[in-house]
Structures are given as C-alpha cells and as structure tokens.
C-alpha cells in the first residue's frame, strides 16, 4: 500500500466532511473544496478523519497517495488558506491592484493587465511585492505562475518578476 496513502487525514474542529462515491467535499471557515474520486479509489470517514482506501495494488495504489494528499492540502486551504508572494526586480517595475484586475509595469512599451480570477485575493504591499492569497493550492500556485511568466528574470542582470527568495544564478556577461 501507498505510504501516503495509509496516514488518515484528520480534521481539526470546524471542518467538515461529506463523502459520497464521486467526490469528497469538505467544508470549513473559508470556504469549501471538493475533490472527485478516481475509479478504485474511495475514501471512508470514521470519528474526526479521512481514510483512502483502494481496490487492487496497480494504478489505483498512487492515485490512492496523490488523494490523500489532495485532502490533506484542501483541510489545510479552507483552515488556514494558502499565500504565494512574488518580487519585482528592475528600474520602474511596479505592480498595482485595480478592482478585479493587477495591473503589471514590466518594462514593456505597454502596461500588461492581468485578471485576478474568482476565489484569489492579489495585494500590492509595495509597489514591487505581490501577494496571492487563496484557499486552494493548485490555483494560488497557477496564479503566481502565470503571473511570473509575463517576465521571467533574466539571466544576465536578473530583472523580472520572481518568487520571494528565489535564487537566480546570473550567467557572466561577454568578455572584450
């Protein structure tokens, strides 16, 4: 059996969880996330925690892991919720919240608008920090991806939008 996949999931006071055969729903103070279940693979609520458990040992066995794991961080989003801060690096780089937009200065002889999608709050603290704010993983990770595609760092001087700490290892510039 999956190692992952033997650890229940428990659930801390103020979660709930409704388990039907298609998918798993668990509610909580901000909001609620549901997962579908994988044919073979079946979850079971006993006291205050989530169990997965799965039909035969092939594929079934990981999709069994990557449940549990999908539960795990879905209880952990609707307790806590889940924060992604990126930097931007470069002379006139800034970042600005407009309603349901963020509105990016990249360097470009453009400005780039970037719509925040439903279920992710975006905040500017300073002009070159950006934070992303959510209950589910996967998306506020998506966000900040697409986010930091618009420019990633460079290279050479290391300018562009990157995640807080984020190590650039700079290439050597051209020798005379």
Do not use: C, W
């Amino acid at each position: 059996m999956s190692r992952i996949a033997k650890a229940p999931v428990s659930l801390p006071q103020g979660v709930t969880a409704t388990v039907s055969p298609e998918a798993v729903v668990i509610k909580g103070a901000k909001g609620s996330l549901s997962v579908p279940l994988q044919r073979g693979v079946s979850v079971v609520q006993s006291d205050k925690k989530l169990e997965v458990k799965f039909a035969d040992p092939g594929i079934s066995r990981t999709q069994a892991g990557a449940t549990r794991a999908h539960l795990a961080n879905m209880v952990l989003g609707v307790t806590k919720g889940y924060e992604r801060k990126l930097e931007l690096v470069g002379v006139g780089f800034r970042a600005a919240v407009q309603g349901k937009n963020l509105n990016l200065t990249l360097g470009f002889s453009h400005p780039v608008t970037f719509a925040i999608p439903e279920g992710i709050t975006i905040e500017t603290p300073s002009q070159t920090e950006i934070v992303i704010k959510g209950i589910d993983r996967q998306k506020v990770g998506q966000v900040a991806a697409e986010i930091r595609d618009v420019r990633p760092p460079e290279p050479y001087k290391g300018k562009g939008v990157r995640y807080a700490g984020e190590q650039i290892t700079l290439k050597e510039g051209k020798k005379k």
